[in-house]
C-alpha cells in the first residue's frame, strides 16, 4: 500500500509471522545554518559528518596532577584533510539534489554504525580552507560565513557520513563565495 503522506495508513489482512512491513520515508537532502551561519547537512532524521581518517594510538597516561581514570587511553588523530568548506552555490534550494549525492550501501553488517560500515553516505564538493587550522589537537575555531574563497584550491570530492559512524567530526562547514 502506498501513501502520500500526511495521513495515516491502515493495512487490514489477515498476518502471519513470516509477514514483512517495509516503511520507506521519503527523505531529501538539507541545508541548515548553525554556529557562525556555518553549513550542516541533513537528510530524514540524521546529521552528517564529514568522513574523516583515523589513526588510533595507545597513550601511556602519565599524568602528574589531577584525576587519573587508568594507565593508558586511546588517541585519534586525523590522517585526511578535514578543513572544507562549501560554496552557496552548492547550498542554494535548486542546486541541493544535483551536488549532493545520496550513495546507499547495501552491506549487512550486525554493526553499521562506524567508519567502515555506513549504511549511507552522501557525496559532495568541498575546498580546502587553509586559513582553518589545528589549535590545540583540534579543529581551531570556526571560521564566519559566508567567506569569500582568497585561495584557489581546486574543488574535491568530500564524502558525508552520519554523525553517528564518525570519531573525529566536522559538522559544520564555513561556507564561501567567488
Known amino acids: 500500500s502506498e501513501s502520500e503522506g500526511g495521513g495515516i495508513v491502515k493495512i487490514s489482512r489477515e498476518w502471519k ?9 521519503p ?6 545554518n548553525w554556529y557562525e551561519d556555518s553549513a550542516a547537512i541533513e537528510r530524514g532524521p540524521l546529521l552528517y559528518a564529514l568522513k574523516i581518517g583515523e589513526k588510533w594510538d595507545k597513550v601511556k597516561d602519565d599524568r602528574k596532577f589531577g584525576e587519573r581514570y587508568g594507565d593508558w ?16 552555490n ?4 535548486e542546486s ?16 553499521p554504525w562506524n567508519i567502515e560500515n555506513t549504511p549511507i553516505e552522501i557525496r559532495a564538493k568541498g575546498k580546502r580552507m587553509n586559513e582553518w587550522k589545528m589549535y590545540n589537537g583540534s579543529a581551531g575555531p570556526l ?12 574543488e574535491e570530492e568530500i564524502t558525508l557520513i552520519p554523525y553517528g559512524c ?12 567567488k
Not at 73 to 88: G, I
Not at 90 to 93: A, E, F, G, P, R
Not at 143 to 154: D, F
Request: hydrophobic share 30%.
Open 17 to 25: 509471522n513470516t509477514d514483512v512491513v517495509e516503511l520507506v520515508l
Open 166 to 177: 564518525t570519531t573525529l567530526r566536522i559538522t559544520e562547514f564555513p561556507i564561501t563565495r
Open 143 to 154: 571560521p564566519y560565513s559566508v567567506q569569500y574563497q582568497i585561495q584557489t584550491e581546486p
Open 73 to 88: 587511553y586511546y588517541e585519534v588523530k586525523p590522517t585526511s584533510a578535514w578543513n572544507y568548506c562549501l560554496s552557496e
Open 27 to 32: 527523505m531529501k537532502v538539507k541545508v541548515d
Open 90 to 93: 552548492d547550498l542554494k534550494l
Open 96 to 111: 541541493i539534489e544535483e551536488k549532493f549525492q545520496v550513495i546507499k550501501h547495501t552491506k549487512n553488517d550486525k554493526y
